[in-house]
């Protein structure tokens, strides 16, 4: 990225230890990225063009390969990360390109791609209408974004019982209640919130629906542009 690019996310961000962390703690959430992987393969069609938003470790984009002939591209921020799912890709034997790169200015061409999708990670974005406008720009026409990402309502206890049953160890556990107590739902929008932003974006609006802890946001680019 340009040295003078905008740094894109809240915070310090997730490089060296921390996203090593993230990464092990996330792969304790492996039956929920096969569950994602699904239900995003189950509407895509053959050969279709996909780019993950923030994948991180690169677990969703790594399950979503095995279920068809993608072509999947995966754009981070964080440089560790970049790292550990190129890793885990070639582990795995999954053809991916991981890249390193800023939502807000995306280094993708205009309609791009068939599908966007972003879990996890759009609260963290310093500049969401300019994300969401890049999505928008690398989408073809009459094409879908999903964005999933964790309700700021949702009730600590709902939290607290999701965490339990992923089976973390004490410390991984204590230490992700933690950053959803003092970081995540600080950052996270509320539906109402974030249907605003979409209506600040060139998508206009898009459709929500809403799960005990999450929120899952769908968009779809018109065909034609409105003159």
């Known amino acids: 990225?340009?040295?003078n690019a905008p740094k894109g996310y809240k915070g310090a961000g997730m490089e060296g230890w921390v996203a090593r962390w993230y990464a092990r703690t996330r792969g304790k959430d492996m039956e929920e990225f096969r569950r994602q992987a699904k239900s995003v393969a189950e509407r895509l069609h053959h050969r279709c063009e996909v780019?993950?938003?923030?994948?991180g470790p690169g677990f969703f984009a790594i399950e979503l390969a095995k279920l068809g002939v993608f072509k999947i591209s995966g754009l981070d921020v964080s440089r560790t990360f970049v790292e550990i799912a190129r890793a885990n890709a070639q582990q795995a034997g999954a053809k991916i390109d991981f890249r390193l790169g800023n939502v807000?200015?995306?280094?993708?061409?205009?309609?791009?791609?068939?599908?966007?999708?972003?879990?996890?990670?759009?609260?963290?974005f310093s500049e969401p209408v300019k994300a969401l406008n890049e999505m928008y720009r690398v989408l073809r026409p009459n094409r879908a974004a999903l964005i999933v990402d964790l309700r700021k309502d949702t009730p600590l206890h709902e939290i607290e019982?999701?965490?339990?049953?992923?089976?973390?160890?004490?410390?991984?556990?204590?230490?992700?209640?933690?950053?959803?107590?003092?970081?995540?739902l600080e950052r996270a929008y509320t539906k109402d919130g974030f249907v605003r932003l979409a209506e600040e974006s060139r998508f206009g609006t898009c459709r929500v629906n809403t799960t005990p802890v999450a929120f899952e946001a769908q968009f779809t680019k018109p065909r034609h542009e409105a003159a």
Do not use: H
Request: aromatic share 16%; glycine share 2%; charged share 20%.
């Open 161 to 184: 019982s999701c965490i339990k049953q992923s089976g973390r160890s004490r410390f991984d556990a204590w230490l992700t209640k933690w950053a959803f107590r003092c970081m995540l």
């Open 104 to 124: 807000s200015v995306m280094p993708f061409a205009d309609e791009s791609f068939d599908f966007v999708y972003c879990s996890a990670a759009f609260k963290n």
């Open 1 to 3: 990225m340009p040295a």
């Open 51 to 55: 780019l993950e938003v923030a994948p």
